[in-house]
Each structure stands twice: as C-alpha cells, then as structure tokens.
C-alpha cells in the first residue's frame, strides 16, 4: 500500500483476483477513523423532507431485509498522475487531496451487503417535495469539517444504494466506515459517506465543501459563473475507463506474457477491451472475465509475446451503452475523471 496522508493507495499490480481482499482495498480519508462501537451506534433521519425524525440503532438495521450488490469504489481521482505524467497539465486541486497523486490504486471491488437506503428513509415518511439526501461522516479532525455530499432524492432511493453493513462477508473494517458507511454504486466514492450517523432529508438544495469546491471540474470548460454557487461543474458518475495490473512504467522479460487488467463504467457492463503495443495504429479484442456486472468491473487479458526493447501499452474500454475511453481527456485543475487513452511504458530486457 501506498501511503497518501491519510489514505492508502493499493497498486493495481497486485490485484489478480475478482474481489479486492478487504486489507488491499484502497483508503481514501479526509480524517482519523473514528471508533464507534456497535452498541452505540445511532443514525438520526431528519429534515424538513421527512414527515418525522426517527434514530435507527445498529441491531435494527441488521434485522431489517438485506441485500447485496458487488460493485466497484472509485476516487473521482484515480488517474490523476496521468494528467502530470502523460498530458504535462498542472493541477491545482483542493486543500486536503493535494497529496492525493493517484496512479491506478485508488480503486477496489467488493460485494457489499447493507439495508436499502430507501428503506430506512421510508420509516421516516419522505414527502413528495424531497429534493436532496445529505449523509454526514462521524470524523472530528477532517480537513473539511464535517463530510458531507448531498445526492438527488431519486439517486438515494434507489433500491441499489445500500446502507453497507459488511464487505466481502465481513462487518465493515474500521478504515472503511464501521459500523455503516453509505454505498452509492455507480457514483465516485465521495458519495459513499462513511461513519454515516447522521441524514438529512432537505426540499431545498444543500451546499457543501464538496459539491461546491472539492468536487467539482473547474477550468475553462466549465466556468464556474454557470454554476454557482459551486466553482464548477458538479461531478456524480464515474466514467468508463481501464487500467492495467502492471507497475507504471514496467519492467518485463522478453517472452511470452499473459497481461492483465481491470475495466469498468457506471451503470453499463463493459462490451469490449481493445489492447495496442505499437501507438494505436492496430487494437486487437482482450479477452473479458464471466464476472461483468453493471456497477462492477471486468478482468480483461491478452497474450504478448515481445522481445527486449522499449514498448508502450494501451487499452481502451467500451462499454454496452456505446460509451468509449476517449483520446484526450478534457482538464480540470482538480485532476479529477481521467479515463483517456493513455501511454502505459514497458521496458522489456
């Protein structure tokens, strides 16, 4: 694990399997872990969107209907290294992720298995006017206060948004939001609160740290005049990319190789993976994994044979909605949504 503050990065070279192992999940904070114990644990439901407050304890979120969703958690940074190291860009992110240099690590699958948001939302009667749903994270010494993201009413009752009690068969770990942490598939990880002991239910618009600074795409394509009061444009799905389980650069023996890796999209199964080691000018077809769920990720891999030299690899992803990695990938000063087509460097001996 790479260590990023108070993160950890988990280096995709070291994924071989389906499901990432929970002690090789990558960890994106803002703040200490706090320890909350079972026993204690409360979530409050509240807000002028519901017709009346209620406080859920942890047993009666175990005793109600569970269920399960393997999907994938992505930092809407993952990738940013290849804004500096591919695109020569230089980011401006926000204060608290500048550490944050992602490569490829900062991304993980899991089968979680929680309450249905909707569920518990609905014990609280949700009014017709109900705009947004705003989770808040128990950290005391985040570099933002108190986290907090608030998502679309329709997002939040959706049956696939869990209340997540266990990953991988096994209660949360600690860094990755026990007792509950809020899991919203499809969608960058900073929606997907953990700690979550308090939800707001609001008929007005909220605005946070980090739908109105931290999260958001700024830069000339999106000026943020268009968008206050955020300083640009707001960022929700995750988008279609791949990522190869290789150390960036790499280093190879001349052989034969059977190479590796992961791609993904938000809400599509993936269709195809292309692969090329001579620029672009041919892409043959990757072999896909059986495993290829619509908020999960696909194992792709391919047959090399290559001699000693300098090479690059490349992969673009496509997934059964017709969306497809792009070329160039449009900047913005907080390195967020990278997916193009980009340069992976492999020096073969």
């Known amino acids: 694990m790479l260590v990023h503050g108070c ?32 026993g204690e644990y409360a979530l409050r439901i509240h807000g002028d969107g519901v017709r009346q407050a209620l406080t859920i304890r942890y ?27 591919v695109d020569r860009k230089t980011l401006r992110p926000p204060s608290g992720t500048a550490d944050l240099l992602w490569s490829t690590g900062a991304v993980g699958m899991a089968e979680w298995t929680g309450v249905a948001l909707r569920d518990v939302l609905r014990l609280a009667g949700v009014k017709d006017s109900a705009l947004q749903v705003c989770a808040s994270g128990s950290e005391t010494d985040s570099c933002e206060g108190v986290v907090r993201l608030p998502m679309p009413i329709d997002k939040a009752l959706d049956m696939d948004t869990l209340l997540a009690l266990t990953m991988n068969g ?22 997907s609160i953990k700690w979550v002991q308090d939800i707001e239910v609001s008929t007005k618009p909220i605005w946070v740290r980090r739908n109105t600074t931290s999260y958001v795409l700024r830069g000339e394509h999106w000026p943020a005049g268009v968008y206050q009061p955020a300083d640009g444009a707001p960022i929700t799905r995750f988008n279609i990319k791949s990522s190869l389980a290789l150390p960036w650069p790499a280093q190879l023996t001349g052989g034969h190789h059977t190479i590796h890796g992961y791609a993904r999209s938000s809400g599509s199964p993936v ?18 994994g059986e495993h290829n769920d619509k908020y999960g ?21 496509t997934d059964s909605a017709g969306r497809a990695q792009p070329d160039a990938v449009k900047f913005n000063a907080g390195g967020y949504l990278y997916n193009g087509v980009h340069p992976h460097p492999v020096t073969v001996s």
């Open 297 to 317: 990720w696909v194992r792709f891999e391919f047959e090399w044979h290559v001699t000693a030299g300098e090479r690059v690899l490349m992969t673009r992803a």
């Open 7 to 38: 993160s950890l990065e988990s280096p995709l070279e070291h994924q071989k399997e389906f499901i990432t192992p929970n002690e090789r999940f990558f960890v994106c904070s803002s703040g200490t872990a706090p320890r909350i114990s079972a």
């Open 271 to 288: 269709a195809s993976v292309l692969w090329s080691d001579d620029g672009g000018r041919h892409w043959r077809n990757a072999v896909l």
């Open 170 to 191: 096994e209660p949360l770990p600690v860094e990755h939001g026990f007792p509950v942490r809020v899991l919203v598939p499809g969608w960058i990880g900073a929606y």
């Open 59 to 85: 047993n009666q979120l175990l005793g109600m209907q569970q269920r399960s969703l393997p999907a994938v958690l992505e930092c809407a940074g993952n990738h940013r290294a290849f804004f500096i190291r």
